[in-house]
């Protein structure tokens, strides 16, 4: 799967909002966006995020209340994970990067 972004929203070190606006490989998602609020706490980074999306039509809304948002909140605390590792190193991530996802708790994720 892969997504096309723009950044609609800056705070320079501090907030960004996304906006999905291509959708390769993803099944019966119709929009998606997402924020991130980044917060300096010592040598570590705080991320608080939210990740909202919505469905093509109800069938694939059932099919992701049943399956689908526990795959997405999955992917999504990767993708902080690798923000955060990213934040704190300078480092680029890549598929090889070992992420340390005990570092991530996710709360929730929006379906609108």
Not at 34 to 51: E, P, R, V, Y
Request: glycine letters at 8%; proline letters at 0%; zero cysteines.
């Amino acid at each position: 799967a892969t997504l096309d972004e723009r950044v609609i929203a800056w705070e320079e070190g501090s907030y960004q909002k996304l906006e999905v606006f291509k959708i390769n490989h993803v099944a019966g998602i119709k929009t998606m966006g997402g924020d991130f609020l980044f917060i300096k706490k010592g040598n570590k980074t705080i991320i608080h995020s939210t990740l909202n999306y919505s469905m093509k039509n109800s069938l694939w809304g059932f099919m992701n209340r049943i399956m689908g948002k526990k795959k997405f909140a999955k992917v999504w605390k990767s993708v902080l994970a690798g923000y955060k590792y990213h934040i704190e190193t300078g480092e680029e991530v890549t598929e090889q990067t070992r992420l340390d996802l005990s570092e991530v708790s996710l709360i929730d994720i929006v379906i609108q």
